[in-house]
């Protein structure tokens, strides 16, 4: 996913926006480049394709001056990977520069139109072309804020762009239409930054404003003036990031990923801050907006998500059906909305997403309310769309999630569903007292349950050098660890590239046992919970045909351990709470691997951190 970043300050523009680049690097990129307003008046550009250390090269032989800038890290979507596509482009003579993130979807069209008025593209991007009609409305003698909207009006898909001109050098002027990428303003002293996410502003301001579908803003040095796309102004009141810098580095890790696994302890901590109150034994959701009668009345909930948040929404269904007593579907963002979803009357749409930008997502949300279900939003990212569109929403306050994979907003997320569950049951009544209190001492534990399997142990480097080069790998699981087996093997997909499937054990006699052999790895899931003897009968199955068992089992469990060939231990939890722990493991196991394998674990080949395109 792209990555944007523009400044106007007092210092070298240039500079700060590779700053801010690489502090968005995790969004996956395949290009780069940043324009500059020179001292002479012209826009000066410098464009690498492949990591950003290219085009810090290139600037460090070629400078750019000027207090005026804007940069991109392109994923490429129209136009191959080249120099010449990477952004920003240039129209109206070299006059106007922009970068892009989204999509044009008349862009065909429109240059079409271009060349028969005998303006020709470079490059073979859909941005190039509105780079090219801005350029068009500044010739006619529009200044760049009108030019800008003038264009806007005449796109179709979902865009947001940053522009700067060299007709107007104390300002650039930023726009969003609909759901690609957020912009996110920084107010500093003296200087305005726009950028496509929090890291990229945090070291220089926590006051951010965040633009939203058919919004512009102009950004001088001491102002931010924002418009709607009708020209209407408007003053939103600014947000206080309370990330510090440091939180979004990575510290003494060596990946954020394993940063992120290792700070789980305190992320969960963070997510039952302020929502628990354990003197009491009652859980405070205040931020959902809803009231008891409300509550009472809920007959059905539907959870929309994508990627890992879809495998934390299958293990929402337990905790939800389990302590609230709510029937819930769970289904994926990207097939919601084309499935005509029948929405009943007091229906909850609740969509996971860490980003809270994920367009499938968002399109759910879309959908969902068109059709009238309330709609809920469990998000890691304040000020989000998912978020801001959102009836109501419980935040994971997990801190920022940099790596490609996700973990902790993973476990955060599962945090909330079972406080969501606790705090419905306790509305509807369908929680008995004992219960309830039983399930907040749970919870006080949960955080020294889970530091006993945070930290990076060696039997992940053993398992590693064992099976990293193997081509497959099985996970299985059952019940409320079904999900997990899914996630497990996403982790390992798409950080090590190795094929990784996920499934319930249940299933495995009518196919996947076929697959078995000697150099498939088979990881079973198998805590002493209700399924324990149908997962131990599992691991022999897969025993009796060759295969290779690393079980996932209880501390001190002899039984399951001699069934296994390796075993990686965890600690004895109440089920619905298993899933927290149990995942932890499968994320060390993915990361060693990769590691091992030699793979770009933060920023893993083709994916982007937050997919805010089709
Ligand atoms: C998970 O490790 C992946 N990065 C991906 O599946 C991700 O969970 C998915 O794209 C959804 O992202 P979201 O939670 O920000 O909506």
Not at 107 to 114: G, N, S
Not at 146 to 172: D, K, M, N, Q
Not at 224 to 235: E, I, P, R, V
Not at 381 to 400: E, I, K, N, W
Request: charged share 20%.
């Amino acid at each position: 996913m792209c990555g944007i970043v523009g400044y106007i300050g007092p210092r070298r523009g240039a500079d700060v926006v590779l700053a801010g680049l690489r502090r968005l690097e995790y969004r996956g990129y395949d290009s780069a480049g940043i324009a500059a307003l020179q001292p002479d008046g012209t826009i000066g550009v410098r464009r690498s394709v492949g990591k950003l250390h290219h085009l810090a090269d290139k600037l460090a032989a070629q400078p750019l001056a000027g207090h005026l800038a804007v940069g991109h890290t392109r994923w490429a979507t129209h136009g191959g990977v080249t120099e010449q596509n990477a952004h920003p482009h240039l129209g109206h003579g070299g006059r106007v520069a922009v970068v892009h993130n989204g999509i044009i979807e008349n862009y065909t069209a429109l240059r079409r139109e271009l060349t028969a008025q005998g303006i020709t593209c470079a490059s073979e991007t859909d941005t190039e072309v509105v780079a090219h009609l801005v350029g068009g409305y500044l010739e006619a003698g529009d200044d760049l804020l009108t030019a800008v909207r003038r264009t806007l009006l005449r796109l179709h898909g979902a865009s947001a762009f940053v522009f700067i001109s060299a007709t107007e050098p104390g300002r650039l002027v930023a726009a969003r239409l609909g759901n690609a990428g957020g912009l996110v303003v920084g107010h500093g002293e003296g200087e305005h930054l726009i950028a496509s996410d929090i890291p990229a502003i945090l070291e220089h301001t926590r006051r951010v404003s965040f633009l939203e579908s058919r919004q512009l803003v102009v950004l001088e040095r001491e102002r931010a003036s924002f418009y709607t796309l009708d020209g209407t102004t408007f003053s939103p009141t600014p947000h206080l990031i309370a990330w510090d810098p440091v939180s979004a580095e990575k510290g003494p890790y060596r990946h954020f990923m394993q940063k992120e696994i290792s700070e789980q302890p305190r992320a969960i901590t963070d997510t039952l801050r302020g929502r628990v109150d354990f003197h009491h034994g009652l859980i405070h959701l205040d931020t959902l907006n809803l009231t008891p009668q409300e509550a009472r009345d809920l007959q059905h909930i539907t959870i929309v998500a994508c990627g890992t948040s879809y495998h934390a929404g299958l293990v929402g269904k337990f905790m939800l059906e389990h302590l609230a007593q709510v029937p819930v579907s769970v289904d994926y963002g990207s097939e919601f909305r084309y499935r005509d979803p029948l929405i009943r009357p007091h229906t909850a749409v609740l969509a996971i997403t860490q980003s809270g930008e994920t367009v499938d997502t968002l399109a759910a949300m879309e959908e969902a309310r068109r059709k009238g279900a309330r709609l809920w939003a469990i998000v890691n990212a304040l000020g989000s769309q998912a978020q801001r569109h959102a009836d109501g929403y419980v935040m994971m306050q997990a801190g920022p999630e940099i790596g490609v994979a996700s973990t902790k907003a993973f476990t955060t997320s599962l945090v909330d569903l079972y406080l969501l569950g606790l705090y419905l049951g306790q509305l509807r009544g369908t929680l008995a007292e004992d219960s309830l209190q039983q399930a907040v001492a749970d919870l006080a534990k949960l955080p020294e349950w889970v530091g006993q399997v945070a930290e990076l142990r060696p039997v992940y480097g053993e398992l590693a050098e064992q099976f990293h080069k193997r081509e497959h790998f099985l996970y299985l699981g059952r019940k409320v660890n079904y999900p997990i087996a899914l996630e497990g093997a996403l982790k390992l997909k798409e950080i090590s590239y190795i094929h990784a499937e996920g499934y319930p054990a249940g299933e495995m006699k009518h196919g996947p046992i076929a697959l078995i052999d000697d150099q498939m790895p088979v990881l079973t899931i198998a805590p002493r919970d209700s399924v324990y003897t149908k997962m131990l009968s599992q691991m022999e199955q897969v025993k009796a045909r060759g295969g290779t068992v690393i079980g996932l089992i209880q501390h001190g469990d002899k039984v399951a351990q001699a069934k296994a060939d390796f075993v990686l231990e965890v600690p004895a939890v109440p089920p619905l709470l298993s899933p927290i722990i149990n995942v932890i493991p499968l994320q060390w196991l993915a990361y060693a691997i990769a590691v091992r394998r030699g793979a770009d674990v933060d920023q893993p080949r083709n994916l982007a951190k937050s997919v805010t395109v089709e």
